[in-house]
């Protein structure tokens, strides 16, 4: 992939077989086409430090999941944090929440370090700093809205949260604010490794915990995720078709 469109187009392809093959990758795999053209139509706008530079980097995060996607579709190895992300998929267990989360997960917490080392090879890691940050913001912004917006989907799941008070993280085992930071600690150390893929099989190794710790988390948490699963949308394609425009009309009043 040479540009930030042919990225978004890779995505377009992996969205429609999603869709049709009802696999709940899709998921994530729509929320994160939106933000590829967030990051996309920011370029455009000159809202980041170094433009050329961001698309580089866009191109390189987008193509780690589009990489593992397809290699997952025909049983090739991938990182364990992606495998356990896309296993879950099989799962009529899970929250829709739940499934965004381990994309995430592996996407933040694995994926976008190793992107901004490989944009900055020979170069000062932390003159990428600032845009690093924007991209995470733009991932962190979606999720956010997603999760003020879940009742359409998931009513009793969105009941949970308001009565969680700011602290819906506790429902769901993971943070979006500690996977920024821990992100970038990641990618300085990545920077300064001797053995980059041994540092890398390390962190995988960790993210991976954290994703079993979603798929299955404390007996409480998953008798509370069982309750709110009974009143969630089933319909894959419906609720692909509904985190899209929840995700687009963040997209517009961000940009507005």
């Known amino acids: 992939m040479e540009t930030i469109n042919e990225a978004i187009a890779e995505m377009d392809t992996i969205v429609q077989s999603c869709r049709d093959k009802s696999s709940r990758i899709g998921y994530f795999a729509v929320l994160y086409r939106m933000v590829t053209i967030r990051v996309r139509d920011g370029i455009l706008a000159g809202e980041f430090e170094d433009n050329p530079r961001m698309e580089k980097l866009d191109i390189i995060f987008a193509k780690r ?108 085992n993971f943070s979006i604010k500690l996977a920024r930071e821990g992100a970038w600690k990641f990618a300085k150390r990545l920077a300064e490794a001797k053995d980059q893929s041994d540092t890398i099989g390390k962190r995988d190794k960790v993210i991976s915990l954290l994703a079993k710790g979603l798929i299955r988390p404390g007996l409480k948490l998953r008798l509370l995720i069982w309750i709110a699963g009974l009143s969630e949308w089933k319909s894959v394609p419906e609720i692909m078709d509904q985190l899209g425009k929840i995700a687009e009309a963040q997209i517009t009043k961000a940009q507005a």
């Open 65 to 172: 999941f589009i990489d593992a996607y397809h290699a997952y579709q025909t049983e090739q190895q991938i990182t364990e944090s992606w495998k356990l992300a896309f296993d879950a998929a099989v799962s009529t267990k899970h929250l829709v929440l739940q499934h965004l989360l381990l994309g995430m997960n592996a996407h933040i917490n694995l994926d976008l370090g190793i992107a901004a080392v490989e944009t900055m090879k020979g170069k000062n890691l932390e003159n990428i700093e600032g845009d690093f940050n924007k991209i995470n913001q733009v991932l962190g912004d979606l999720v956010d809205d997603v999760k003020l917006n879940i009742g359409t989907i998931s009513p009793t799941f969105s009941r949970l949260i308001r009565l969680s008070k700011g602290k819906e993280e506790i429902l769901v």
